[in-house]
């Protein structure tokens, strides 16, 4: 019988785990309850307290901005820049709360597909068993997956993304996807 002590080592982790899985899906069932206007707001506050307290966050999105732009924009506007990108990554989470479950209506709410390029991709996601979709990053990515939802018949669709720093997290993510 292996100690106590080891057992607690992996109780405990696990529980906390599972606690953070449950809270997050609580917190999103609360999200999508709200109206979409006050989301967005309180996505734009979380942005500021993450664009000033994510020290990791500000130099990635500086990085970013400067392969993009080069020496070509101000240091004030590279900032307002950074400010922005930060607000959208927290906008496009704010977004995959409300929205969640992904439905087809809730889909069309969000994201405008052109119907000449919604006929294409129904023909060429239909008429093959497996495909590697690459798009650009317009907008918030995450709603891409809901294209399962207007393409049913379609085979299914797969992410790729990099993991978080926490396996609850990234299990409700995968969640909500």
């Known amino acids: 019988m292996p100690p106590r002590r080891s057992s607690r080592k992996r109780f405990f982790p696990q529980l906390l785990q599972s606690t953070v899985f449950h809270s ?3 917190a999103q069932r609360n999200v999508a309850a709200l109206p979409a206007r006050w989301i967005l707001k309180a996505c ?59 439905t087809a209506k809730r ?12 006929d294409l991709l129904r023909e060429k996601l239909i008429e093959v068993d497996r495909a ?18 207007i393409f049913p018949d379609a085979a299914p669709l797969r992410f790729l993304a990099e993991a978080s720093f926490s396996p609850a997290v990234d299990r409700f993510l995968a969640y909500v996807r």
Do not use: C, M
């Open 132 to 149: 590697i979709v690459v798009s650009g990053h317009f907008g918030s990515w995450e709603l891409l997956l809901g294209l399962a939802s």
């Open 24 to 26: 997050l899906r609580g």
């Open 107 to 118: 889909f069309r709410r969000w994201v405008d597909v052109a119907p000449e390029v919604e």
């Open 44 to 102: 734009d506050g979380v942005g500021i307290v993450l664009y000033a307290l994510d020290h990791r966050g500000r130099r990635v999105a500086r990085q970013n901005i400067q392969v993009v732009f080069g020496d070509s924009i101000t240091t004030a506007e590279r900032k307002a820049l950074q400010r922005r990108s930060i607000q959208g990554a927290t906008r496009a989470l704010g977004v995959l709360f409300h929205a969640a479950p992904l």
